[in-house]
T-cell receptor
Framework: DTEVTQTPKHLVMGMTNKKSLKCEQH?????MYWYKQKAKKPPELMFV???????INESVPSRFSPECPNSSLLNLHLHALQPEDSALYLC????????????FGDGTRLSIL | AQKVTQAQTEISVVEKEDVTLDCVYE???????LFWYKQPPSGELVFLIR??????QNEISGRYSWNFQKSTSSFNFTITASQVVDSAVYFC??????????FGKGITLSVRP
């Protein structure tokens, strides 16, 4: 079992739906990340939160909206997604921002119909 | 700009064989960090090791060993006496002072019984 918990594990949604991905860690880490991973590709960084503040946004379309309610939780709100957004979404955390080892969750497999 | 090259895309070995996964990096930073992650079919990335640019000591952890050579900009990973559970995609990555990891394309390792 990983120490970073992501829910749901699988999500199928239509292009007009609104849904949220959730991530939780209880390791006391102060940096949290969202990655997108397409099949047979490496993960691509989307967002970084450090001490609950957004510190990096890799020019992600506004249909993806991150939220960090507290140091243990990270959400990714989804709205009006496109079929090309179908991917594995990975959450990670690290002790702090910087070149720290990142601990990943199992991911949410998202399919857009 | 950082670049990580994993020239091998797929490797297939028979159980108990030794296998080396190659990683070559490019960076203009004088201080940098190198990582290896394992991604089993379940999806999560598992942190294996981090080395900084000032520490060229090779490291051994059980059946795993890493050979860091700045002269050739390489950070190779060897699995001794491979096991079926080693089957996964392995990513080499480079990171600097920020939290961004530059991943290689990954190597799919299949270990046959």
């Amino acid at each position: 079992d990983t120490e970073v918990t992501q829910t749901p594990k699988h999500l199928v949604m239509g292009m007009t739906n609104k849904k949220s991905l959730k991530c939780e860690q209880h390791m006391g880490h102060r940096a949290m990340y969202w990655y997108k991973q397409k099949a047979k590709k490496p993960p691509e960084l989307m967002f970084v939160y450090s001490y609950e503040k957004l510190s990096i946004n890799e020019s992600v379309p506004s249909r993806f909206s991150p939220e960090c309610p507290n140091s243990s939780l990270l959400n990714l709100h989804l709205h009006a997604l496109q079929p090309e957004d179908s991917a594995l979404y990975l959450c990670a955390s690290s002790q702090g921002q910087g070149p720290q080892p990142q601990h990943f969750g199992d991911g949410t497999r998202l399919s857009i119909l | 700009a950082q670049k990580v090259t994993q020239a091998q895309t797929e490797i297939s070995v028979v159980e108990k064989e030794d296998v080396t996964l190659d990683c070559v990096y490019e960076t203009r930073d004088t201080t940098y960090y190198l990582f290896w992650y394992k991604q089993p079919p379940s999806g999560e990335l598992v942190f294996l090791i981090r080395r900084n640019s000032f520490d060229e000591q090779n490291e051994i952890s059980g059946r795993y060993s890493w050979n860091f050579q700045k002269s050739t900009s390489s950070f190779n990973f060897t699995i001794t006496a491979s096991q079926v559970v080693d089957s996964a995609v392995y990513f080499c990555a480079e990171g600097g002072a920020n939290s961004k990891l530059t991943f290689g394309k990954g190597i799919t390792l299949s270990v046959r019984p």
